[in-house]
T-cell receptor, first 114, second 110 residues
Framework: DADVTQTPRNRITKTGKRIMLECSQT?????MYWYRQDPGLGLRLIYY???????NKGEISDGYSVSRQAQAKFSLSLESAIPNQTALYFC?????????????FGPGTRLTVT | KQEVTQIPAALSVPEGENLVLNCSFT??????LQWFRQDPGKGLTSLLL?????REQTSGRLNASLDKSSGRSTLYIAASQPGDSATYLC?????????FGQGTTLQVKP
């Protein structure tokens, strides 16, 4: 089984709908991240969490919210989806105990907002 | 602030060629640098992590180097194969987060 899983893998939704993307990990890592990837713009950080009680905005947090339900679970919500949120979304984890900042990525969720 | 740049954006080589992918960063106090591979529409796979105390890190046909003084890292791929075709990204940490380059898309032609 994959160490970092994301659900759903693909999602098509309409403008204005609320959707949630979920991320779970079995690596026992304390840090979790949400990124989006757009062609030509690379990976951009949306939100990150260094532990269950620590949530931080990344460079493009507007229009998104997150919830760290447990050390192993980190969810990303789009309260009212808009077409320019169509992108590939990745969750990642890292272990602060290693001191290396090495990140491990999930398989991604392809989101289309029509 | 850390900025990471990868040039060229795309590269096409014949099978069997040795090649070098480049990654530049602005903050020479970089702690380490991570190289990833991404196949189209797929997630990122970590290839190599090279620590600031290391100059090189090797895995199979891949060799990554890190030169903090010049702000550069290179990923060397020996005897390239069509299966190496993918986008390669480098990333360096900054305040606990990773800063990514835009990636180099490699095509290895049979």
């Amino acid at each position: 089984d994959a160490d970092v899983t994301q659900t759903p893998r693909n999602r098509i939704t309409k403008t204005g709908k609320r959707i949630m993307l979920e991320c779970s990990q079995t690596k026992g890592h304390d840090r979790m991240y949400w990124y989006r990837q757009d062609p030509g713009l690379g990976l951009r950080l949306i939100y990150y969490s260094f532990d269950v009680k620590d949530i931080n905005k990344g460079e493009i947090s507007d229009g998104y919210s997150v919830s760290r339900q447990a050390q192993a679970k980190f969810s990303l919500s789009l309260e009212s989806a808009i077409p320019n949120q169509t992108a590939l979304y990745f969750c990642a984890t890292s272990d602060s105990g290693t001191g290396t900042y090495e990140q491990y990525f999930g398989p991604g969720t392809r989101l289309t907002v029509t | 602030k850390q900025e990471v740049t990868q040039i060229p954006a795309a590269l096409s080589v014949p099978e069997g060629e040795n090649l070098v992918l480049n990654c530049s960063f602005t903050d020479s106090a970089i702690y380490n640098l991570q190289w990833f591979r991404q196949d189209p529409g797929k997630g990122l796979t970590s290839l190599l992590l090279i620590q600031s105390s290391q100059r090189e890190q090797t895995s199979g046909r891949l060799n990554a180097s890190l030169d903090k003084s010049s702000g550069r890292s290179t990923l060397y791929i020996a005897a390239s194969q069509p299966g190496d075709s993918a986008t390669y990204l480098c990333a360096g940490p900054h305040t606990g987060k990773l800063i990514f380059g835009q990636g180099t898309t490699l095509q290895v032609k049979p």
